[in-house]
């Protein structure tokens, strides 16, 4: 047998950490920090995304929201999950 190379072991992680990520986010949350982001990340991409092609507006609105979202974790961290 071959030894994984690195790759696919980084894969593997990503894919672990985004699971777990992504279970662990409750409605609440949801709610409160991704929707606003989400909202405004959509309203500055109707209004100044004129790129006549769907997946750069696509790609471009989704670099918005990832922008905004992680200011807003910069300037407002989350807080830690009590336990």
């Known amino acids: 047998m071959y030894p994984r190379d690195r790759l696919s072991i980084a894969a593997e992680a990503s894919e672990e950490d985004m699971y777990q ?41 989704l670099v918005t929201w990832y922008v905004l979202d992680a200011a807003l974790h910069w300037i407002i961290p989350r807080k830690a999950p009590s336990a």
């Open 21 to 61: 990520f992504l279970h662990s986010l409750t409605v609440n949350d949801l709610f409160k920090r991704q929707l606003p982001v989400f909202v405004i990340a959509f309203v500055v991409a109707e209004l100044f995304y004129k790129f006549h092609s769907f997946i750069l507006e696509t790609g471009a609105f």
